[in-house]
């Protein structure tokens, strides 16, 4: 494969944010980390990215091409938005991928409605990707397909009789076989991931449980080689099969947070807030986040060490997300009640335990929260890799944060020589954690979060983009202290 092949970037979701407002659309770049990271891939390599917008209902596509178009200059490479009907929001985005999918991948088996309309929805969207990309790429091109969203896209693009040269990563978990057989379309999916040339996940873990599955349908499957990167020899050929963790842009983390405007605005945070130790939630609301789990070993705390009341107080932020699956909004409801609860219980005039905010802040305040914080709590039940843990220590610039962390996260492996690791099930460790770390040396906790820091920042998204094309073509990866991960 020669070095500038053609990029396509292919996700459920394009890297924009598109606006309504008194009926005229707007449209922004993405902030997230992998558009970050992959722009001046496909600058580089004239690429593009192929997705959904994000839109429902009637949508005139030549009007939203002319809208992508400048930003497209702004972004250095072209946005080529598919529009999805409502029945296929329903059954391929609520419905296969994010009511089947979802929550087996993250051993959730119990939430899954096994309906066969969303595996149908599911197979037809995929085709529908498959035409738009057929007609937008030549075999020359490498296709980059992200997710669980889209795990028939090579697999359409054969049926379509169109050869291109498709990889894959999965961002969220792979599940052990006990949970993954529970899926009516099990071997359908087993197989059109075996379509991929290249398939990569976030973690060893990850990656054992997919080989183990695929295993359980070819037993004879072989796989060749260690670390990182394997060959997995199977129905008489081979692919390569790897882990990586994804992550953030570290640096540009570092320098907003070492900003004058940061400082002050953490500052400023503070100010508001009675407390001496400020713990930090950040999750998009979802039942994978733990967070009621988080908010009730929060309360056993305050329960178990009396002398924390008015000492501590756990800021959580709730990012919405998927308003149109039932379990979302009842988990919203939930932790509503909870934090309540918690606040009714415990409060006085002069301090409130759990401060709480359901809604999205811009990265300058999300920064600036990361830099007021003395904790970062993440208790994730499973967690494809968990950015936030990542972002949270990236902000530490003296040190002195603390980070709690889930070891059902992906990133605790990375971040076991420096994070205070909880299984959120078990409410009296966790609120013994929680305690610790209040009370913990600074020299301890500088320790730790320079132990984090440079993993983080010696493998970046950068790192990421860069290990995960050379894999793709073959080639060894770079700067890759295997026994670290
Ligand atoms: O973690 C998987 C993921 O798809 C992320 O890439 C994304 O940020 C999040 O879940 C929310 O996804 P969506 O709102 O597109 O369903």
Redesign the pocket.
């Known amino acids: 494969m020669a070095d500038k092949e053609r990029m396509i970037v292919v996700s459920?979701?394009l890297p924009i944010i598109l606006k309504k407002r008194k009926q005229k659309w707007s449209v922004e770049p993405g902030a997230g980390g992998l558009v970050t990271a992959l722009s001046p891939v496909l600058k580089d390599r004239g690429g593009m990215w192929i997705g959904w917008p994000g839109t429902r209902g009637r949508i005139n596509l030549s009007g939203l091409r002319k809208i992508l178009g400048p930003i497209s200059e702004e972004t250095g490479f072209r946005i080529v938005p598919i529009l999805l009907e409502n029945g296929e929001i329903d059954n391929y985005y609520y419905g296969f991928s994010?009511s089947i999918i979802w929550p087996l991948f993250h051993d959730l088996e119990a939430l899954c409605r096994f309906q066969p309309q969303y595996w149908e929805a599911y197979v037809r969207v995929s085709d529908k990707f498959a035409a738009v990309i057929a007609k937008h790429s030549t075999e020359k091109d490498i296709i980059w397909v992200n997710?669980y969203q889209l795990i028939l896209l090579a697999g359409s693009l054969e049926r379509l009789g169109v050869k291109r040269h498709c990889v894959f990563f999965l961002?969220?978990p792979f599940p052990s076989p006990d949970l993954f057989i529970k899926l009516p379309w099990r071997k359908q999916i087993i197989d059109e991931l075996l379509r991929f040339s290249f398939l990569c996940f976030q973690t060893h873990r990850d990656r054992r449980n997919f080989i183990d599955c695929a295993r359980s349908f070819y037993p004879a499957c072989r796989v060749v080689g260690r670390g990182a990167i394997v060959e997995l020899e199977i129905k008489g050929h081979t692919i390569q099969i790897g882990s990586l963790p994804i992550s953030i842009d570290y640096k540009r983390f570092r320098s907003m947070a070492s900003a004058k405007e940061a400082a002050l605005r953490s500052r400023e945070i503070r100010k508001d807030i009675t407390a001496d130790f400020l713990v930090l939630g950040i999750d998009?609301l979802d039942y994978t986040k733990g967070i009621p789990e988080k908010l009730r070993a929060f309360a056993r705390a305050l329960e178990k060490y009396p002398h924390l009341q008015g000492k501590i107080s756990l800021f959580q932020l709730i990012i919405p997300?998927?308003e149109g699956v039932a379990e979302y909004g009842a988990l919203r409801d939930e932790i509503q009640k909870l934090i309540s609860e918690i606040n009714g219980r415990f409060s006085t005039t002069a301090w409130v335990p759990i401060l709480y905010r359901y809604g999205t802040v811009d990265q300058k305040e999300l920064v600036a929260m990361y830099r007021a914080a003395d904790a970062g709590f993440v208790s994730s039940l499973k967690d494809?890799m968990n950015l936030v843990c990542k972002e949270y220590c990236a902000c530490q610039t003296d040190y002195k944060g603390v980070l709690i962390l889930s070891e059902f996260a992906g990133a605790a492996y990375q971040l076991r020589s420096g994070a205070i690791l909880i299984n959120p099930y078990d409410v009296e460790a966790t609120a013994d954690a929680l305690y610790y770390s209040i009370f913990m040396k600074e020299e301890e906790k500088k320790n730790r979060m320079r132990r984090m820091c440079k993993s983080i920042r010696e493998r970046d998204v950068y790192w990421w983009v860069n290990n995960f094309l050379r894999a793709a073509a073959g080639k060894e990866l770079k700067d890759f202290p295997e026994a670290e991960l």
């Open positions: 459920n979701r994010n997710d961002h969220i998009r997300s998927r494809g």
